[in-house]
């Protein structure tokens, strides 16, 4: 389209010119800053081929502005296309996310092996190996699970950005409901309840405590250390090639 | 003159693939399309910036400030691999697309 002249245009600052045709643009100070630069660089350009085209200034300017048609529906399309998807939370993300993952594994597992897993004869015997060998059987199957229940917890920590603490956290939440029951629970049925009170002993407390806290924590962490030490190590990797 | 939605709709499309050549800044970028679709297609500036934040936020591209030899802040823009993968079944669904017009229509060389 040929070059007509027209009205002079005052001024050809291109920042302030953005700037006002975009005061209300309601984003943050340095995305909305970034908007302008960038919007700015394009006006600029436009006009220095439009002038190159043969363009006077001023109808240089009045085209380069038209480009952008109507600055309010122009400021309604950027607002809606940068503004952020709604992400999880980064507490949720880093830490009850992985957290409830790794709990709600660790009962499902425990679950499947009672259902599936060796179904031994019950024995009418209260102390010795043989009384504790049915629970064995259920026991160490589940603790074998806990490493890997471990590692994933922590990898989905560690890719949220958490920091080695809530990674660790998240990777043993599974025992709390077990350490809750421990240092709570029984001490409240022990006052409530004689026939607890009668037939608990301290090494009987300290076996329930090992392992239903310690070991299991143990075992979480025997996955979850590794797993946070090397999916950072491999994003780091991933960073420095990218 | 091609019609606004399908420009819309191919809109992704041109600009993956141009950015799939190299890196630009917006202006450039409206221009290369301009210039190797004859004028069909067409970027004004609020189609274009809108169109990119949002390609971006999808991270199809990456926009990265740098400074040119006269000292200019510019916005780059280059193509991600999750970009490059939108890629190819944006070029297969658009390819089907004309493919399916053309033996509907019975235009030639459509």
């Known amino acids: 389209m040929p070059c007509a002249a027209l009205p002079r245009f005052p001024m050809h600052d291109w920042a302030q010119m953005v700037r006002e045709r975009l005061a209300n643009l309601a984003l943050d100070d340095d995305d909305a800053a970034q908007v302008f630069d960038e919007l700015t660089g394009h006006l600029e350009q436009d006009y220095r081929s439009l002038l190159s085209e043969g363009c006077s200034e001023e109808e240089a300017v009045r085209r380069a502005l038209a480009g952008a048609g109507d600055w309010q529906v122009l400021q309604r399309k950027i607002e809606a296309s940068r503004k952020k998807e709604p992400s999880m939370p980064k507490l949720v993300a880093q830490f009850w996310f992985p957290a409830f993952v790794t709990l709600l594994l660790s009962m499902v597992c425990l679950a499947l092996i009672q259902i599936f897993g060796p179904n031994p004869w019950l024995t009418p015997v209260t102390h010795g190996w043989r009384f504790v060998a049915p629970v064995l059987l259920v026991y160490f199957p589940w603790l074998f699970t806990l490493p890997f229940i471990g590692a994933l917890g922590a990898y989905i920590s560690n890719r949220a950005g958490g920091r080695a603490r809530v990674v660790f956290s998240a990777t043993i939440f599974p025992i709390l409901p077990y350490t809750v029951f421990f240092i709570i629970g029984l001490p409240i049925a022990m006052i409530f309840d004689d026939h607890v009170a009668r037939n608990l002993t301290l090494p009987m407390f300290f076996v329930g405590l090992c392992a239903w806290v310690i070991f299991p924590a143990a075992a979480l962490l025997a996955g979850g250390v590794p797993a946070h030490y090397f999916s950072g190590r491999l994003d780091a990797r991933t960073t420095s090639n990218g | ?110």
Request: net charge positive; hydrophobic share 35%; glycine share 8%.
């Open chain 2, 1 to 110: 003159m091609i019609g606004t939605g399908i420009k819309k709709g191919t809109a992704e499309l041109a600009i993956l693939s141009v950015l799939e050549d190299g890196p630009l800044h917006g202006y450039e970028l409206s221009r290369r399309i301009e210039a190797q679709t004859n004028g069909s297609l067409s970027f004004s500036l609020a189609a274009l910036y809108p169109m990119l934040y949002r390609m971006e936020q999808r991270r199809w591209i990456r926009g990265t400030w740098e400074t040119s030899s006269n000292g200019r802040r510019r916005r780059c823009y280059r193509l991600t691999p999750q970009g490059k993968k939108k890629l190819q079944p944006l070029r297969a669904e658009w390819s089907e697309l004309f493919h399916a017009l053309r033996r509907l229509t019975k235009v030639s060389n459509a």
